[in-house]
């Protein structure tokens, strides 16, 4: 949006968050106890990664400080936590691991502000007719079982197509 010109159109419901998750019988209680632990999360260039490091940044701490390893996808913390190759996981709070932290055997010790995700932008060769027609459909989904659908398939509750300011301000925030 920032840098080529397209246009905020919406954003999924509910907001996303980063995580600090760590085994239920881990020791670590607070994310002051994590520093200087084994850190595992989702690749550098994946828009969590960076909302993680942002929200740790905010907080005091410096992940390139800290022993991280990285992993292709952000299924595979559980795994690294599971097999003790990390004692903490930096997940998504709309992530799978993150839907099953009960079951898994998980336990959060810290919740990042809550940011923007899943943005729908449109081209600048779209008209604003056009953007605010798709906003109309978009925020009355969840209306209609046909609609509902949809978002079940996609996996959000809904689209906010109020949220563009803060996401163009999560851009300066995340430090992109």
């Avoid at 800290?66 to 595979?76: L, P, S, W």
């Avoid at 003790?84 to 009960?102: C, E, H, R, T, W």
Wanted: hydrophobic share 40%; charged share 25%; glycine share 6%.
């Amino acid at each position: 949006m920032r840098d080529h010109g397209y246009q905020f159109v919406a954003s999924a419901k509910p907001d996303g968050q980063c995580f600090v998750v760590v085994p239920k019988d881990s020791p670590v209680k607070t994310l002051a106890e994590a520093k200087g632990q084994r850190w595992v999360m989702s690749e550098q260039v994946s828009y969590m990664a960076k909302l993680c490091t942002a929200e740790l940044r905010e907080r005091g701490m410096t992940l390139s400080k800290e022993n991280v390893q990285t992993v292709r996808e952000q299924a595979a913390v559980p795994f690294d936590l599971d097999n003790k190759f990390a004692d903490v996981g930096l997940i998504a709070s709309y992530s799978s691991p993150a839907k099953n932290l009960d079951r898994s055997g998980y336990r959060v010790v810290h919740k990042s502000v809550m940011q923007p995700y899943f943005p729908l932008v449109a081209g600048p060769k779209i008209t604003q007719e056009q953007v605010r027609a798709l906003q109309a459909q978009l925020s009355t989904l969840q209306e209609s079982e046909a609609g509902r659908d949809v978002l079940r398939t996609v996996g959000v509750e809904g689209f906010d197509v109020t949220s563009g300011q803060r996401l163009r301000a999560l851009l300066t925030w995340l430090g992109v």
